[in-house]
C-alpha cells in the first residue's frame, strides 16, 4: 500500500458522528509509511497541507484509488477542442449557446466544417439545430460518443458522416513525447524542412521530408497540436511519419508548449500505435453526425 494512493476511513476520537455513535471520516491521499504492531501508524499525505499520522486502531475502511488525471487531463473536452481552432488559420467561428458554429473557406476537414455541440447548448426549444440547419449547406455536427446529445441527433434521423468509427482525441507531454520521438528516429534520405508563419490565430508550421511526407502544427497558448501528418503510400515504413512528428514537437516545445494534442480515427491502427509510441493517450471520443437528405 506504501507509495499508492488511497482513501482511508478513520474515527476521529472524542468527537460524536449525527447517528451518535463515534464520527468518521475520509481522507485521500499518498499512503507514504505503514507500520505495524501495538502503536501500528498509517501515513497519508494528502494533495495539500500536512501528512496525516492515522494509528491503525482508528482505521475502519481502506482501499487503493487509481491516481489522480493529470492537469491537462482534466481540461474539458470542449476546451480542449477550442485549442484545436488555431489549426486553421482562416477558421470563423459564431458561438451558438455554447456550442460553436466552424466555417472555413481554405479547409475541407470536418473540424472546420461543423458545428461543435459538446454538452447541452443552453439554447431553448430545437433552436440550435434549426441554426446548425441553416448555417450549413451539407450541416454536420460533432458529439461526444454516447452523449445526451449524440443520442438526440441519432434519434432524429442523423447518422455517422463516413463510417462508424470514433475520432479519438490524444494528448501527451510535449517534451515526453519529444524524448520518445527522437529514441526511435532514424535518419531519413530527405532532411525534414520546417516553415513557420504566423497568422491571426498564432504561430504555425509546416514541415516536409522531399515530397515523402508533411505534416501541421499550430499553437494555442502553451497546447501545440497537429493535423494531416501525411506519408505517401511509396514511403511509408520508413519512419518518416515518426520523422515529421519529431520536428514539429521540436518546433512546439520551442514556442512553449507543454501540451500536445493530435486527433485519429479510431480505427487507423498504424497512426495509433505510433501515436501511443510517443505517449499519446486518450483525452475523449467523439464522433461526426450528417443531417438527413433534405430531397
Keep these: 500500500m506504501v507509495g499508492q494512493r488511497v482513501v482511508v476511513r478513520r474515527v476521529l476520537r472524542g468527537e460524536t458522528g449525527p447517528s451518535g455513535g463515534p464520527a468518521m471520516t475520509d481522507l485521500l491521499g499518498v499512503c507514504t509509511a505503514w507500520t505495524g504492531g501495538a502503536d501500528g501508524l498509517c501515513v497519508v499525505q494528502p494533495e495539500t497541507g500536512e501528512a496525516v499520522r492515522i494509528p491503525l486502531a482508528d482505521i475502519v475502511s481502506g482501499k487503493p484509488v487509481p491516481p489522480r488525471p493529470s492537469v491537462r487531463h482534466r481540461v474539458e473536452p470542449r476546451a480542449a477542442q477550442h485549442h484545436g481552432f488555431a489549426l486553421f488559420d482562416d477558421l470563423e467561428t459564431a458561438p451558438l449557446g455554447s456550442w460553436t ?6 479547409h475541407r476537414a470536418r473540424r472546420a466544417n461543423s458545428c461543435l455541440a459538446f454538452g447541452p447548448s443552453g439554447l431553448d426549444g430545437d433552436a440550435e439545430l434549426q441554426a446548425v440547419l441553416a448555417h450549413y ?3 454536420v455536427v460533432a458529439v461526444l460518443s454516447g452523449s445526451p446529445e449524440a443520442e438526440r441527433f441519432l434519434a432524429l434521423g442523423w447518422r455517422p458522416e463516413s463510417g462508424d468509427a470514433d475520432t479519438v482525441f490524444m494528448i501527451a507531454g510535449t517534451s515526453r513525447a519529444l524524448r520518445a520521438s527522437r529514441r526511435g528516429l532514424s535518419s531519413p534520405d530527405d532532411d525534414p524542412r520546417l516553415e513557420e508563419s504566423r497568422g491571426p490565430r498564432g504561430a504555425s508550421a509546416v514541415v516536409r521530408v522531399g515530397s515523402a511526407a508533411s505534416g501541421v502544427a499550430a499553437c494555442d497558448g502553451d497546447w501545440v497540436g497537429f493535423r494531416s501528418i501525411d506519408v505517401a503510400p511509396e514511403h511509408r515504413r520508413r519512419g518518416l511519419a515518426l520523422a515529421v512528428m519529431e520536428s514539429l514537437l521540436d518546433w512546439g516545445a520551442e514556442q512553449g508548449a ?5 486527433q485519429v480515427l479510431a480505427d487507423n491502427a498504424p497512426a495509433l500505435a505510433l501515436y501511443e509510441r510517443l505517449g499519446f493517450t486518450e483525452h475523449h471520443r467523439y464522433r461526426y453526425l450528417v443531417a438527413p437528405s433534405r430531397g
Excluded at 458554429?101 to 481554405?106: C, G, N, P, V, Y
Excluded at 507543454?258 to 493530435?262: I, R
Design 258 to 262: 507543454t501540451t500536445a494534442y493530435l
Design 101 to 106: 458554429l466552424r466555417r472555413s473557406a481554405a
Design 137 to 139: 449547406e451539407r450541416p
